[in-house]
């Protein structure tokens, strides 16, 4: 590649404006200036990585031998992302024309690349305060960078308060339930206390006396059983006689069953107390 037969200024760099949320300065244009020091005509042309965010006019053109040009680069109204600030870059490309060829277009179509000259220059984009928003933009992304670390140490702050208000309405509310449950005579506390040995004591004993009672029970089922097997014969050894025979053979069931009254509800009576007992110790 031939070296850039052009002189280009500014050499190294296009400077822009942009306030401080990174948006172009409105109006605000930047000027290239090509000279052709040269006693061969020029072809050139523009080119830039962004062609959406500046105007360049003109941006392509030809410089007769010792001539030169100015080239307004305006900014779009638009952002500046600081990830791309280092992607802004425009290019000048140049050819000396061909003898006998005037068609611009079909030059720049049968040029080979070994024959172009390429000159790159990088952007800057300055502040009102004078400072490089390319060099912002590294210290704007550690600020971004601190501030995900201080938002997450926040976050974990909150989730420890959390936990521990949670913490603190649970066992609010377990209090306020056992203080309900027992009316304000006993505490939560209380059932937490070892159990004396007078209690114990008295518990074995209930339990003995279910147990007993429970015996008692069984005892007079069987009983039952038995009279009522007893009066099922009874009945059977009289259902030969007559009317008269079978009424007075009620007579002595009826009188058995009554007797046997006392001892039922007695039994039942037993029956429910021990339930009460049992549903107590367990």
């Not at 105007?55 to 392509?60: A, G, I, K, M, T």
């Not at 600030?85 to 068609?103: D, R």
Request: contains cysteine; proline residues 5%.
């Amino acid at each position: 590649m031939p070296n850039q037969v052009l002189t280009i200024e500014p050499q190294n760099e296009l400077k822009f404006k942009v306030d401080f949320s990174g948006l172009f300065e409105l109006g605000y244009t930047t000027y290239m200036r090509l000279t052709n020091p040269s006693e061969h005509t020029v072809l050139f042309k523009i080119k830039t990585t962004a062609p959406k965010k500046y105007c360049v006019r003109p941006n392509s053109g030809v410089l007769e031998p010792n001539s030169k040009v100015d080239i307004a680069i305006t900014p779009q109204p638009v952002h500046v992302d600081p990830n791309e600030k280092h992607k802004h870059k425009f290019m000048v490309q140049s050819v000396i024309a061909p003898e006998g060829k005037t068609n611009i277009d079909q030059v720049w179509k049968e040029i080979s690349p070994d024959q172009l000259m390429d000159y790159k220059l990088k952007c800057v984009f300055e502040t009102p305060r004078g400072t490089n928003l390319n060099d912002a933009g590294d210290t704007a992304a550690q600020n971004e960078v601190n501030k995900k670390r201080v938002a997450v140490s926040a976050a974990d702050d909150v989730k420890s308060l959390t936990k521990d208000a949670v913490e603190g309405l649970i066992q609010n509310e377990a209090k306020r339930k056992d203080d309900d449950l027992t009316s304000g005579s006993l505490s939560a506390k209380t059932t937490n206390f070892p159990k004396s040995e007078n209690l114990e004591s008295d518990l074995q004993k209930a339990t003995n006396e279910v147990i007993h009672l429970r015996e008692e029970e069984s005892k007079l089922r069987h009983e039952n059983l038995r009279l009522k097997e007893e009066l099922l014969r009874l009945h059977q050894s009289v259902g030969g006689e007559g009317r008269v025979a079978r009424r007075h053979s009620y007579g002595p069931e009826k009188t058995e069953q009554i007797a046997l009254m006392p001892w039922i509800a007695t039994a039942i009576g037993m029956a429910l107390l021990g339930i009460i007992i049992g549903k107590f110790i367990m």
